[in-house]
């Protein structure tokens, strides 16, 4: 069975700071890894979705970047703001079942 | 499209009792998923649907849980009889045909069982 990692639990950076969230995943057989935002009592959203074949995918401020082989995804956000706070999650799909990791907590300090 | 529509938002019911959660699916997705999330063991996957069928309910943690998708637009999960320990928030997501293809969740139902 998929287990979904994420490092840090939670991460506190000044604004205008760069960071990298960090997601691992145990089964290198995958069809693709997501990663999702969640604000305080939302739904989750779709940020970036790596397929097995990409290295990277990026979108505006967020890249997020996919070795398959070792079980690692990161996800990179340039010049943070407070608008950025919220968790961070992973997913990873194999075999049309998706898994999610717990998550990292974002604060972005104005 | 206004997303995938989960309903109520909020439900508190006295233990013993019947809770039906319902999803309504963005129009086309052919996949559905069931998820509950709590904070002590964050989104658990309970069920999935490809085209209406359950694919893999191993997931759902009891007898007591249960999920149906009667057609392509509607989806219910329900647990009878409800026990406080099923307190928590449960998502409803769909997606397109194909492996990959983005997840939308909806809103999530709190659920509160006293």
């Known amino acids: 069975k998929q287990e979904v990692t994420q490092i840090p639990a939670a991460l506190s950076v000044p604004e205008g700071e760069n960071l990298v969230l960090n997601c691992s995943f145990t089964d290198s057989a995958i069809y693709n890894l997501q990663w999702f935002r969640q604000d305080p009592g939302k739904g989750l959203t779709s940020l970036l979705l790596i397929q097995s074949s990409q290295r990277e995918q990026t979108s505006g401020r967020l890249n997020a970047s996919l070795d398959k082989s070792s079980g690692r995804s990161t996800l990179y956000i340039a010049a943070s703001q407070p608008g950025d706070s919220a968790t961070y999650l992973c997913a990873v799909e194999d075999n049309n079942d998706m898994r999610f990791g717990a998550g990292t907590r974002l604060t972005v300090k104005p | 499209d206004a997303g995938v529509i989960q309903s109520p938002r909020h439900e508190v019911t006295e233990m013993g009792q019947e809770v039906t959660l319902r999803c309504k699916p963005i129009?086309?997705?052919?996949?559905l998923f069931w998820y509950r999330q709590t904070m002590m063991r964050g989104l658990e996957l309970l069920i999935y649907f490809n085209n209406n069928v359950p694919i893999d309910d191993s997931g759902m943690p009891e007898d007591r849980f249960s999920a149906k998708m009667p057609n392509a637009s509607f989806s219910t999960l329900k647990i009878q009889p409800s026990e406080p320990r099923d307190s928590a928030v449960y998502f409803c997501?769909?997606?397109?045909?194909?492996?990959?293809?983005?997840?939308?969740f909806g809103q999530g139902t709190r659920l509160t069982v006293v």
């Open positions: 997501a769909s997606r397109l045909p194909g492996a990959n293809t983005e997840a939308f």
């Open positions: 129009s086309g997705h052919n996949s």
